[in-house]
């Protein structure tokens, strides 16, 4: 079968990476554009999420290419994405594609689960490929996850507009061209000296902004309208709380290969303070990295969710509470097909704007 997948940021890289491991035959979509979401929305239901809007339009233009099944996150719980697989392959149906989706609950499974679907997409059965590719897989997370931690540095405080950008693209496209773990790592290594030739200033005084939220808004770009790009662009260093890795570390990897208290058990600890029980999706997530930020006495947090996100509705509510109380200001935009990019960013100008005025006076004090 010719294999597809949805988008989400960079995690493109790191899937196919595990199904060129195995021999797949692959397609990977056209990079989400405006056309992506207005197809994904036309066969949506009006109501549902903006991350399902995106991923229709993903597997409908993955169809025009030539895709005959998708890999798909699945899910129980509170979150609709357990209805993600179903959904798009009834709506699938209506319109005549008889597309097979292969899902995978990892939440159930764990890598068990990926063994099995990546055996059941690919047709290779080997159990050292299969064991390859899983490791390939997480390791691409791994690295694209410290890649862009680096570019977050050096993104605000580059000297010539664009330059870390650049060298970013190039690591990115010698993450995606590696095949085992030594290349992955030469891969990484070389990433990180494109990024160190960047010329920055490395005593400007940047604000420090913290970026949770719902996971695929906060990793998709074109979700989030390049959100980190666009506040590097204004001088802030972005520390994204929610990262792949994160989510693979605590529900792919073996207990085993634990060594330390994963990111998610930290946060889970922090958000208590809010909130009793996990209400779905990354609510309690975005509450725990919002206490985290007002702790480590952080510039700002900002929140992003996607229109009638339930859960995150809540954590957006008890946001008010943990910006009072930590003394830390919060912003949450609410993301969706309609969003404007020129509202948008006058709203980040005028956080940014707020965060440095507050720094100021605080230093004053």
Known sequence: ????????????????????????EFIIPPFTTKKTMNLGSQHSPEVVCLPYKLVMGNYLEAIEAGAEAFLMID??????????SQSSKNAMKDMGHDIE??????????????????????????????????N???????????LDEAYS??????????????????????????????????????????????????????LHIDITGEIFVVLDQF??????DELGRMGAHVHR?????????????????????????????????????????????????AVSAGNKKSDGVIHLLPFTCMPEIVSQNIMHNISKEKNIPVLSLILDEFS?????????????????????TRGAN
């Open 223 to 228: 979700s989030n309208m390049d959100i980190e």
């Open 75 to 84: 899910s129980l719980g509170t979150c609709r994405l357990g209805e993600y």
């Open 241 to 289: 709380k929610i990262k792949l890795s994160n989510w693979s570390n605590a529900f792919l990897k073996p207990s085993l290969f634990k060594l330390r208290e994963t990111h998610e058990d930290k946060i889970k600890k922090l958000a208590k303070e809010f909130i009793k029980r996990d209400v779905g999706g990354d609510a309690i997530e975005s509450i725990g990295d």
């Open 153 to 206: 540095y050096y993104r605000a405080r580059e000297t010539q507009k664009g330059s870390a950008k650049k060298a970013f693209n190039e690591g990115l496209k010698l993450i995606d061209a590696a095949m085992t773990p030594k290349e992955c790592q030469k891969a990484l290594n070389k990433g990180l000296e494109l990024l160190k030739k960047v010329s920055i200033d490395e005593n400007k005084n940047v």
């Open 101 to 134: 989706f292969i899902s995978l609950d990892v939440y159930k499974g764990k890598a068990f689960e990926l063994y099995s679907g990546f055996r059941r997409a690919t047709g290779n059965g080997n159990p050292v490929d299969l064991i390859k590719a899983i």
């Open 340 to 360: 404007g990019k020129a509202g948008f960013i006058t709203r980040l100008e005028a956080f940014v704007d707020l965060a440095e005025r507050r720094k100021k």
């Open 1 to 24: 079968m010719k294999i597809s997948f949805a988008h989400m940021g960079n995690t493109y890289i790191a899937i196919s990476g595990a199904l060129k491991v195995l021999g797949a």
């Open 136 to 146: 390939i897989l997480l390791i691409k997370i791994d690295i694209i996850d410290n």
